[in-house]
């Protein structure tokens, strides 16, 4: 299973962009998928989680973007979203997928990264 994620793009500053990651290859290996999240490296920066979703409901995200994002995610399609709003110079980076799956006939588990997709924010 691998994820890909796309969306990305060069916007404005305080545009809107809509970032998908769904899950391809032997989906129907998939017994559950836990946690979903969406993670951002900047140029030169460490790559930190900027929201996470939990197949409970239950969601987090990093005190840059609360208010100005948004996680959400589609279980019939193993595809979690990134509504990014409000955007500003500094959300500027690569946005990375991240899933914990879940196999069937496995135990525990295993976590995925998508290739990321480029988010440029022009000022």
């Known amino acids: 299973v691998q994820l890909q994620a796309s969306g990305g793009g060069l916007v404005q500053a305080g545009g809107s962009l809509r970032l998908s990651c769904a899950a391809s290859g032997n989906i129907s290996s998939i017994s559950s998928i836990n946690l979903m999240a969406w993670y951002r490296q900047a140029p030169g920066k460490q790559r930190d989680v900027v929201a996470r979703?939990?197949?409970?409901?239950?969601?987090m995200y990093a005190d840059p973007v609360k208010g100005r994002f948004t996680i959400s995610r589609d279980n019939a399609k193993n595809t979690v979203y990134l509504q990014v709003n409000i955007l500003k110079p500094e959300d500027t980076g690569v946005y990375y997928c991240?899933?914990?799956?879940?196999?069937?006939?496995?135990?525990?588990?295993?976590?995925?990264w998508g290739k990321g997709t480029l988010v440029t924010v022009s000022s």
């Open positions: 991240y899933a914990e799956i879940q196999y069937y006939g496995g135990r525990g588990y295993f976590s995925h």
């Open positions: 979703s939990w197949s409970s409901g239950r969601t």
